[in-house]
Structures are given as C-alpha cells and as structure tokens.
C-alpha cells in the first residue's frame, strides 16, 4: 500500500497540541506501549490511541502490535518534513533580505 504524501500543516497541526509534544518527548528517549505512554498522561487508553492515530499520520510516530501490546516508536520522517519546509522558508527570507540589502545600497 502506497503511503500518503506527509504535509508540513499535519506535522505543525500535530505537534500544536501539548499531549502530542509529551508523546513525542518521551518516544524520542526509546520506545515505548501505549500504557506506558498513558501512565503519566493521565488520560485513557483510548484518548491515548487517538493522538498516536494523528502522530502516525504525521510521520512522527510508528506503532507495531504484537500480540496484545502495541509499541509505539519515534519516526523521523515528519521532522524531514518540517525541516524541509524550514530551508524553504530560510532560502525564500535570505534572498529577500539580500535583495532589500541591494535596493538600499542602491539609494546611497
């Protein structure tokens, strides 16, 4: 099965709510099951389950069920994406400052 193109919005989408960063946070340290991940959190299994669909879909996060765990790991592919758009963003800011710099040296 062909996997979806990530997006920039997804990531920054994901990562805008605080229980996904502590996610994220602790999955960067090891891997870990969705009732570890839900321990400290403070909400349900479920609730849990819900961010790590939305993580997943982001590229930020694989999970692998064997048996009747499910173990959650970091995945760096959304952050490619992040820092893709990133160095767009700082090539498209960099050229526009240097031609502003080249207007103003033209007015002296």
Do not use: Y
């Not at 062909?2 to 805008?16: E, H, I, P, Q, W």
Request: charge should be positive.
């Amino acid at each position: 099965m062909a996997r979806a193109k990530l997006k920039a919005d997804d990531v920054f989408n994901a990562l805008g709510d605080p229980t996904r960063r502590a996610i994220v946070h602790r999955l960067a340290r090891g891997p870990s099951s969705v009732s570890q991940l839900a321990q400290p959190l403070g909400i349900t299994l479920t609730g849990v389950r819900q961010h790590l669909d939305v993580l997943e879909g982001c590229g930020l996060v694989r999970t692998e069920k064997i048996g009747r765990v499910r173990t959650c790991r970091f995945d760096t592919r959304g952050l490619v994406v992040i820092e893709t758009w990133i160095s767009m963003q700082r090539s498209m800011w960099t050229q526009a400052l240097d031609n502003l710099g080249d207007l103003l040296d033209q007015e002296d």
